[in-house]
């Protein structure tokens, strides 16, 4: 069963970017991304954590789902440019990544996985 992930700077930069090595974007995934950045005391993150639970139960392998503790990896937080939380990176295989503000409905996701991500639900 797909779980949502956790990540910090060094698994970043496994599975998602290794801005270390490369400048210029690179996904370092097999399949596409969605990433959370959220923090513990945020109500609209709390909120959107479920959702986020469900999606990647129903889309399985086909897309991963990773969180981000802005207050742990503020690092991280800060390349991103994070001004308000919960902000989701929508990261496609190929393409630059596509960032939403906000408590998003799950609708609204499970919209911006097809057209950003190009994975459809499956059935």
């Known amino acids: 069963m797909a779980k949502v992930e956790f990540l910090n700077e ?10 270390e090595k490369n400048k210029d974007w690179k996904y370092e995934g097999d399949v596409p991304c969605m990433i959370d950045f959220y923090a513990d005391w945020c109500q609209p993150c709390k909120m959107v954590a479920p959702i986020l639970d469900e999606l990647q ?3 399985g392998d086909t ?9 742990a990896e503020r690092n991280l937080a800060g390349m ?3 001004q308000s939380i919960p902000s989701l990176l929508f990261v496609p295989s190929e393409g630059q990544p596509q960032m939403a503000v906000g408590a998003l409905p799950k609708d ?11 994975v459809e639900k499956p059935a």
């Open 10 to 19: 060094e698994t970043f930069k496994a599975k998602v970017f290794n801005y």
């Open 57 to 59: 139960q129903e889309y």
């Open 63 to 71: 897309i991963k789902i990773y969180k981000i503790d802005t207050e």
């Open 80 to 82: 991103f440019g994070i």
């Open 108 to 118: 609204t996701f499970i919209k911006a996985i097809a057209d950003v991500l190009k």
